[in-house]
C-alpha cells in the first residue's frame, strides 16, 4: 500500500493574515485560493451551507508539503483560547531550508510569537548518524507550532 501525506490544513482566524505568514515569513507560494461551501458530510467542524475561503500554500515540492488554510467566514468559528505549551492532540510543523536566521528576523518583523531563537540543535537520524542544525521554534498567527531547521554540516 502507498499512502501520501500531501497536505495538512489548518482552520485558521484571518486568511489574509496567515498567507502573508506562509509566504512572507517561511517563503511558501499560494497553489489554490477559493471559496467552498460546505457540504456537511465530511468535515467535522462548521455545518451545511457554511461558507469557508481555503488557500492552500505550496513549499518547494509539488505533490507533497503542502499546508491548507481555512477560515469559516459565514458564520465564523469562536476564538480558541491562547497557549503556551503544547499537549496532547496538538500538532508540531517541522520545516527546513536555508535562512534560519532570515526566517527569524521576518517572523520577529511580523510579530510572530518566537518560542527559541535560532540555537544549535542536534539529533540522531533514522540512519544512526548524528543530524546537526540551527533550530528556531515559533508560533505562527492562530497557535500552531513550528519548528524551523538548517541543517549544517556534522561537526562544524
Known amino acids: 500500500m502507498t499512502t501520501l501525506v ?17 509566504r512572507d515569513v517561511l517563503g511558501l507560494s ?12 465530511g468535515l467535522a467542524a462548521g455545518a451545511r451551507g457554511d461558507e469557508t475561503h481555503l488557500v492552500i500554500m505550496q513549499a518547494s515540492d509539488p505533490v507533497v ?9 459565514q458564520p465564523r ?4 483560547p491562547r497557549r503556551d505549551r503544547l499537549g496532547v492532540g496538538d500538532i ?5 531550508g536555508e535562512d534560519v536566521y532570515g ?3 521576518r517572523a ?5 510569537r518566537i518560542h527559541a531563537a535560532p540555537h544549535r540543535y542536534e539529533v540522531r537520524g533514522a540512519d ?3 543530524l546537526s542544525m540551527n533550530s528556531l521554534s515559533l508560533w505562527d498567527p492562530d497557535d500552531y507550532f513550528i519548528e524551523y531547521n538548517q541543517r549544517t554540516i556534522s561537526g562544524g
Open 128 to 130: 544512526g548518524a548524528m
Open 6 to 22: 500531501k497536505r495538512t490544513t489548518l482552520i485558521v482566524r484571518s486568511i489574509e493574515r496567515s498567507v502573508a505568514f506562509y
Open 103 to 105: 526566517v527569524h528576523d
Open 92 to 96: 508540531i510543523f517541522v520545516m527546513q
Open 30 to 41: 499560494v497553489w489554490y485560493d477559493d471559496r467552498v461551501t460546505l457540504s456537511g458530510v
Open 65 to 73: 508539503g503542502k499546508i491548507g488554510l481555512l477560515e469559516f467566514t
Open 77 to 80: 468559528l469562536p476564538e480558541p
Open 108 to 112: 520577529v518583523a511580523f510579530g510572530a
